[in-house]
């Protein structure tokens, strides 16, 4: 098999599977998409809604210019594929300056012209901060105008929509291998459920001369024990939502709230509107924890983030019954950046990783695989060289 063939088998399902998949699918690529699981986005990317936007830096570390150039990729993508107040709102997001202790951070200038942030971020107006119950004299917060709450999983379904994309479930990769055809071989584990019989599975080969690994919390155990290398200091961190169903409560912020935590409303479910909190972090954890103690501690959160919409929100918090909660997995990198790129071009050529999207997998998902379709092809990536190294996959 000629290695320029554009043929592709992308592993993962989820956001970054689901985003390498259809940027290559639109320049021409055939996509096999392989997703162990029985649905598609059934890991950190089956979150019921996240909020997607910039990381704000003084600085403008690389991270911030990251997301500044990823919510346009998504937001252009969202704006043509998916349903505006139901699969996504993109209406702003009101960002609180907040440190990991809930305390105010240092006051932000207002952008000046010639500023990167002009135009992304600016002081939050009088009337944002008293729609989200907070006094403009005792704090200070953010507008990002661009801003916007996502349900990944719509977002993923419309990005595997395409006629040059296959998409398998139950199809789990258990080892690869390069054959001296320029080809890898994937096991593949299909899984079957027979109903009241049970479960079994049978086994299968899947070829492509190219292979991206998408597959976010595992991607560290499959490096180690499938790969044999490295895992280059990518770590799960499990994390826990609480939700509850808006049910007479006066009204709640119009638009998402993020710095410490997050905060979503008006979100339509099949029971009617609700609201997001959240999430928790446990690192190295694989599950999320779901108890009462998480829950306080997303309340808590709350309470620092939005002190009115916790108040109004806290009999919901203590009735069982009344509130929700979703669990999952992050994968994130030490520099807190994504890993885009080919794995080890020398050791496993073809072999390509789009993982590490951190809590924003939302913002830097489409903008990532556009990269790696564009390095895939050998054509000039839409992220400056720094950016590039910063992304790199590196194995010790
Ligand atoms: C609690 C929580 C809250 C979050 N909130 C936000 C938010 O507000 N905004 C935001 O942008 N992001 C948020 N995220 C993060 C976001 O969900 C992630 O960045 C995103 O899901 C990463 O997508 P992914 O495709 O890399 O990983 P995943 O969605 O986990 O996808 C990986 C896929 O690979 C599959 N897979 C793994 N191994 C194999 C194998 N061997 N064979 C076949 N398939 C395999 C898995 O089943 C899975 O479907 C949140 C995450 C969590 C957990």
């Not at 990005?159 to 296959?166: E, F, P, R, T, W």
């Not at 599975?201 to 790969?227: C, I, K, M, R, W």
């Not at 935590?261 to 690192?283: C, I, K, M, N, Q």
């Amino acid at each position: 098999m000629n290695p320029d063939h554009k043929q592709a088998i992308v592993v993962g399902a989820g956001l970054a599977g689901a985003a390498a998949a259809r940027a290559l699918a639109d320049r021409g690529w055939q996509i096999n998409v392989l997703e162990m699981a029985e649905t598609i986005a059934p890991g950190g990317s089956g979150v019921p809604v996240g909020v997607m936007s910039c990381h704000v830096s003084v600085d403008d570390n690389p991270l911030s210019q990251l997301t500044r150039d990823g919510m346009q990729w998504t937001r252009r993508f969202a704006q043509t594929h998916l349903e505006e107040g139901v699969d996504w709102l993109g209406n702003g997001v009101l960002e609180r300056r907040l440190s990991p202790g809930g305390a105010d951070k240092k006051p932000w200038q207002e952008p000046a012209v010639d500023n990167v942030w002009h135009g992304h971020v600016q002081l939050a107006s009088d009337e944002q901060m008293a729609q989200a119950g907070l006094s403009p004299s005792a704090t200070q917060a953010l507008w990002q105008a661009h801003g916007a709450w996502i349900k990944p999983q719509a977002l993923v379904q419309a990005l595997l929509k395409h006629d040059n994309i296959l998409v398998v479930t139950r199809a789990e990769v258990e080892s690869m291998q390069r054959h001296a055809s320029g080809e890898w071989h994937l096991r593949v584990k299909n899984h079957i459920s027979i109903p009241n019989m049970g479960s079994s599975h049978t086994y299968s080969t899947e070829t492509a001369p190219h292979v991206v690994l998408a597959l976010g919390a595992h991607t560290p155990d499959f490096l180690n024990q499938v790969l044999y290398v490295d895992h280059m200091g990518l770590h799960p961190i499990a994390g826990m939502v609480s939700w509850g169903l808006q049910k007479n409560v006066t009204p709640l912020p119009p638009f998402a709230v993020n710095g410490h935590g997050s905060f979503v409303s008006g979100v339509p479910t099949l029971d009617g509107p609700a609201w997001y909190t959240g999430a928790t972090f446990e690192r190295n954890a694989m599950k999320a924890s779901s108890d009462e103690a998480a829950q306080n501690e997303n309340q808590q959160r709350l309470a620092e983030l939005l002190p009115a919409v916790e108040a109004q929100l806290q009999t919901q918090f203590a009735d069982a019954a009344q509130l929700k909660w979703w669990g999952g997995v992050r994968c994130a990198s030490v520099n807190r950046m994504p890993k885009v790129g080919p794995l080890d071009e020398a050791q496993f050529p073809g072999l390509h990783l789009l993982t590490a999207m951190g809590s924003r997998g939302l913002t830097l998902s489409l903008l990532c695989a556009n990269v790696l379709a564009a390095q895939m092809e050998k054509s000039k990536p839409p992220v400056s060289e720094s950016l590039l190294k910063a992304m790199r996959c590196q194995l010790t």
